[in-house]
């Protein structure tokens, strides 16, 4: 009798390691911006890997649950998930790892060490060499939608600045929409700064083209996969989510419009 | 369509891809693509915009051509999947991030912040066209994920 209940025991202590080893993939997976099915994909594939015969996951914006079963034995866990980010890199080493805890083989320390590993080692470009890019990029997507050239220059200097600025507000843990505003507020402010003394007669593109690296586009597209992949309730916090973005973005925007003088009524024409 | 009209719109179609390439690569650092995938990210940007722009320039509306070009752009991200494997996806989307419409997001919030500063008589030409600009971004946001997504329900993917 009393071997029975040791060994209910230990499966029961297993399966826990199995489901906080299957939930910490799904939330690095989520955390780099995966789509709801590949998170869940994922942790399946390594509960699996672990022996575990049944497993079921459920996912919210800011949680993963999993229950997994092995003969009679079950058990539900759940785990927070960060700040979702984009990080292709990691996303694609996370995939590989539970790829190859899928075809077994792999024991739990194996895996978390893996991950660990993983997590603080995969590269990431040097923040100025993404704050150049991201300013780069703004002052393109300034071109795609018209800005004149004298207007180029300055929109690449607030985008940078400004992705600049975020990188060390986000460092220090400050909540991301105030984060946002801020920075909407300074790129703004630069880019029209900027563009009006170079002689731009684009002052008000140049400024919208100035705050597009705060647009969520990635977060605005998965929301919709993630809707038509049956997961509505993630899909739907992604949407607010974005919404929330836009409005913090746009309330720095019309402050610093209200700085340079220029009226909302004139930028919407 | 004459060859004429084709040479015509060449200048506009190369700006276009240009910028796009540009902005996609751009934003591919930002998501932290590797330097290898971030060509990709440029060459799917450039494509992306080159099928929307030519879309517009045969009298297609934003959303018609948005959906086209995220189409063909997820179509190519699977074609090329040989060399891209499981980052086929990301590729594409990345691709597609140059056409996701944020300035008009941010035009229709503004032009709803600017009701507020009218008077009441004076809101209805606000009013139109922030639901103007605030329907033209879910139509296109809707237009891009679904050209994206229905290429990847149709084909099997076996890379995960």
């Known amino acids: 009798m009393a071997e029975t209940i040791d060994s209910v025991r230990v499966r029961h202590r297993d399966l826990e390691r199995y489901a906080n080893c299957a939930l910490s993939i799904g939330r690095t997976l989520m955390e780099c911006g995966t789509r709801v099915k590949v998170v869940h994909d994922g942790a399946a594939m390594v509960a699996r890997g672990l022996g575990v015969e049944a497993v079921g996951l459920r996912s919210g914006y800011a949680s993963l649950e999993i229950t997994v079963g092995h003969g009679v034995n079950t058990i539900t866990r759940m785990m927070p998930v960060g700040r979702h980010g984009v990080n292709q890199r990691l996303d694609l080493a996370v995939r590989r790892l539970a790829a190859k805890a899928a075809a077994g083989g792999m024991t739990v320390d194996q895996i978390n060490a893996e991950l660990a590993h993983l997590v603080a080692s995969t590269p990431r470009h040097p923040a100025w060499f993404v704050a150049l890019a991201t300013g780069i990029a703004c002052a393109a997507f300034g071109r795609l939608l018209g800005v004149d050239w004298p207007a180029v220059l300055a929109i690449l200097l607030a985008g940078t600045a400004g992705q600049g600025v975020r990188h060390v507000l986000l460092a220090r843990n400050m909540n991301f929409f105030v984060v946002t505003a801020i920075i909407a507020f300074l790129a703004a402010s630069l880019g029209g700064i900027g563009a009006r003394l170079n002689g731009s007669a684009t002052v008000d593109m140049a400024m919208m083209a100035s705050i597009l690296l705060l647009v969520p586009g990635v977060p605005a597209t998965n929301a919709q996969a993630d809707i038509m992949d049956g997961f509505p309730t993630v899909g739907s916090a992604r949407v607010v989510w974005v919404v929330m973005v836009m409005v913090f973005a746009t309330t720095g925007m019309a402050l610093a419009q209200t700085l340079l003088g220029l009226s909302l009524l004139g930028m919407t024409q | ?160």
């Open chain 2, 1 to 160: 369509m004459s060859a004429d009209v084709i040479v015509q719109a060449l200048p506009h179609l190369g700006h276009q891809a240009l910028f796009g390439a540009i902005a996609a690569a751009g934003f591919g650092v930002l998501f932290n693509f590797g330097p290898a995938m971030l060509i990709w990210c440029g060459a799917a940007g450039a494509f992306a915009l080159a099928v929307r722009s030519g879309g517009q320039d045969l009298g297609w509306p934003l959303e018609a051509a948005s959906f086209a070009a995220a189409l063909a752009t997820s179509c190519s991200a699977i074609l090329v999947r040989r060399w891209l494997g499981a980052a086929s996806g990301a590729v594409a989307l990345a691709g597609c991030i140059p056409m996701v419409p944020g300035a008009f997001f941010g035009h229709a919030l503004l032009g709803f912040f600017a009701v507020t500063t009218v008077q009441p008589s004076e809101a209805i030409t606000p009013v139109v066209d922030a639901m103007q600009y605030m329907l033209r971004v879910s139509f296109t946001l809707g237009a891009i994920g679904a050209g994206l997504a229905i290429p990847t329900h149709l084909i099997r993917n076996p890379d995960y």
